[in-house]
C-alpha cells in the first residue's frame, strides 16, 4: 500500500524559515518524481516544487523561488522542502505528492499545515 | 504558464443525474511524439487530499468508478459523471502536467440538488 506521510509543519513568525518533511513507502520512491503542492485555507491547488526522480532537477514556482529548497534523500525514502523567508502569504496546507511535469499526480499525502503570522 | 480555467464554478445535480464539467487550457496540452494530451482530473473531499481520479485525458485511475469518464484533447477538456451519487460530493480540479509549472483549474465544487 502506497504511503506519504508529511510533517515539520507549524506557526512560524514572517521571515521565519521552516523545514518540511515527507516519507513514502509502497512504492520504489528513488524511481519517480515528486511535488509539493501547497492549499491556502478554503483556496485551489498550487504547485510550489518538483524535483526528478535522482534528485539532479528541481523546479520552482515563480512565488517561491530564491525562497524555498527542494530536496530529497532516496536512501530514507524523504522529500524535504526547506522554506526561508516565510511570508503571511505561504500560509497553506503542504502536500507531497508523487509527480511531476510530465506525469500525473498519483498519490498525496494528508498534508502538513504551515501558518505564517505574528 | 499554462492556464485552467474550468466552468462552472459550482453546479447542483440531483442524485442519479448526470454532472458535466468542463476544462479549458490557454495552450495545447496534447504531445503529438506520443499522441497524449497531458492533462488530469482530480477529486478533493472536505478534509482530504486531493485524489487522481482520469490521466492522459480519460484513462480512468484503478479503483475509480466506471460513471466518472473524461474527454476531450488539445485544450478543451470534459469530465462527465454519468449518475451522481452522494459520495460524488467533492471539489473537482483539472490539471495540466504538459509543461512547468503544472498548472491546476480553479475548481468546481459539486453538490447534490
Known sequence: EVQVLESGGGLVQPGGSLRLSCV?????????????????????????????????DT???DSVKGRFTISRDNSKNTLYLQMNSLR??????????????????????????????? | DIVMTQSPDSLAVSLGERATINCRSSRSVFYTSNNKNYFAWYQQKPGQPPKLLIYWASTRESGVPDRFSGSGSGTDFT????????????????????STPPTFGQGTKVEIK
Open chain 1, 88 to 118: 503571511a502569504e505561504d500560509t497553506a496546507r503542504y502536500f507531497c505528492a508523487k509527480g511531476n511535469t510530465g506525469v500525473p499526480f498519483g498519490y498525496w499525502g494528508q498534508g502538513t499545515l504551515v501558518t505564517v503570522s505574528s
Open chain 1, 24 to 56: 513514502a513507502s509502497g512504492f520504489t520512491f528513488s524511481g519517480y518524481a515528486m511535488s509539493w503542492v501547497r492549499q491556502a485555507p478554503g483556496k485551489g491547488l498550487e504547485w510550489v516544487s518538483g524535483i526528478s526522480a535522482g534528485g539532479g
Open chain 1, 59 to 61: 523546479y520552482y514556482a
Open chain 2, 79 to 98: 469530465l462527465t459523471i454519468s449518475s451522481l451519487q452522494a459520495e460524488d460530493v467533492a471539489v473537482y480540479y483539472c490539471q495540466q502536467y504538459y
